[in-house]
Each structure stands twice: as structure tokens, then as C-alpha cells.
């Protein structure tokens, strides 16, 4: 199993500023993800955040919105810019193989809170 | 792609009762997870569990791949498992399609 560190646990941000979270795994892993759950909902992906390039965005997030970074193997963040209250949820890093029979970790979330 | 429908979306139980939360997906899957969601937003893991069926402790699931559901059983509730219940799959590109959920409260 990966142990998955997250920070910050959670914020209270202003709108209009843009808040960087980490996600750092106990091993090299091939894949990292990155799941917005807005209030009520369930995770929604946000994108795959490769090594050595540009993140893979799902239909509905930019990169603009949400650059990603990810140096190596066990390191990941994931900026919310320019926030607004609709930016208010729990955002979740996951890693994985991004195998079709590999199991799936998580983060322990950052809860987001844009006034 | 993939649907995943969970069922009950909630649920109200008394400390000591059994349940049984439902997972349907719409196509064959190679993978399914069960979650639990903790009322301070932490996913911790319960079962990877593709076919078969496990158990640990008062919980246990069973996936029937064939017929496409996937169940968990949690007996003897205690106040500790309330928060919310995903299952999850895989579908064919390798991202973790996630079910709505099942809201779990479980009343002293």
C-alpha cells in the first residue's frame, strides 16, 4: 500500500487568490490524480499529473484553473487560482499504477473554503 | 463509459444493527474499491475486492463480476462507521469512476 501525505488539511482563503496544495507519496509511483469533491458530491477527476510533462485535464478543468506540477516520482501540487466560493470543496491526490488492476490511495484531503 | 449506482443514497441505522449497501456498474471491470469517507473528508480504504468475496472484522463485501454488483455488509453498526460510502471502479483508460455514494448514520 502507498502512504499518501496532504497539505494543507485545510483553508480559509479569500477570493481572488490562488492556494498551492502538496501531495507526497512514500514511494515512487507512476501515476498521481487529482479529485475535486464539491459539498455533497461525489470526487470528480480533476487530472493526471504526469512526470516529465504537461498534466492530462478532464473535459471541464484547464490547466489555467488548475496547473499541476509533478518534479518526480513521489511528488505532486496542485494550484486553485484566481478562487472564487465555487472553488469551496475537498481536494484529494491519489496514486496508482494507472493500472486496470492496481488499488487506489489516497490523500487525507484539503478542505477548501473560498470567502 | 462506465456508470456506477449506489444504493441507498442514505441510510439511518440504530448502534448494533446490520445493513447492506448496493453497487451496480454498467460494464465488465477489472477492478472495484470500496471506500469509506470519514465525517472529516479522509477516504480510507475498505476493500479491493474485483470478484470474490473478504472480509475484515464486522465488515465484509462480495462482488459478483458476472452479474456486474458489487455489496457490503457491515454488521453489529457502531457510531465510528457513520460518514459516507463510494465504491469505485476502473473503467477501460485506467481513471477510478466513482459511485454517488451512500450516506451512513448510525444513531447511539
Known amino acids: 500500500s502507498a502512504v499518501i501525505s496532504q497539505k494543507p488539511s485545510r483553508d480559509i482563503c479569500q477570493r481572488g487568490t490562488s492556494l498551492t496544495i502538496q501531495c507526497q507519496v512514500d514511494s515512487q509511483v507512476t501515476m498521481m490524480f487529482w479529485y475535486r469533491q464539491q459539498p455533497g458530491q461525489s470526487l470528480t477527476l480533476i487530472a493526471t499529473a504526469n512526470q516529465g510533462s504537461e498534466a492530462t485535464y478532464e473535459s471541464g478543468f484547464v490547466i489555467d484553473k488548475f496547473p499541476i506540477s ?46 | ?68 454488483y458489487s455489496l457490503l455488509y457491515i454488521s453489529s453498526s457502531q457510531t465510528t462507521d457513520s460518514g459516507v460510502y463510494f465504491c469505485a471502479v476502473y473503467n477501460q483508460g485506467g481513471k477510478l469512476i466513482f459511485g454517488q455514494g451512500t450516506e451512513l448514520s448510525v444513531k447511539p
Open chain 1, 70 to 115: 509533478r518534479p518526480n516520482l513521489t511528488f505532486s501540487t496542485l494550484t486553485v487560482s484566481n478562487m472564487s466560493p465555487e472553488d469551496s470543496s475537498i481536494y484529494l491526490c491519489s496514486s496508482g499504477t494507472g493500472g486496470l488492476n492496481t488499488e487506489a490511495f489516497f490523500g487525507q484531503g484539503t478542505r477548501l473554503t473560498v470567502v
Open chain 2, 1 to 68: 463509459g462506465i456508470q456506477v449506482e449506489q444504493s441507498p443514497p442514505d441510510l439511518i441505522l440504530q448502534e448494533g444493527a446490520n445493513s447492506t449497501l448496493r453497487c451496480n456498474f454498467s460494464d465488465s471491470v477489472n477492478n472495484l474499491q470500496w471506500f469509506h469517507q470519514n465525517p472529516w473528508g479522509q477516504l480510507i480504504n475498505l476493500f479491493y475486492i474485483p470478484s470474490g468475496t473478504k472480509q475484515n472484522g464486522r465488515l465484509s463485501a462480495t462482488t459478483v463480476a458476472t452479474e456486474r
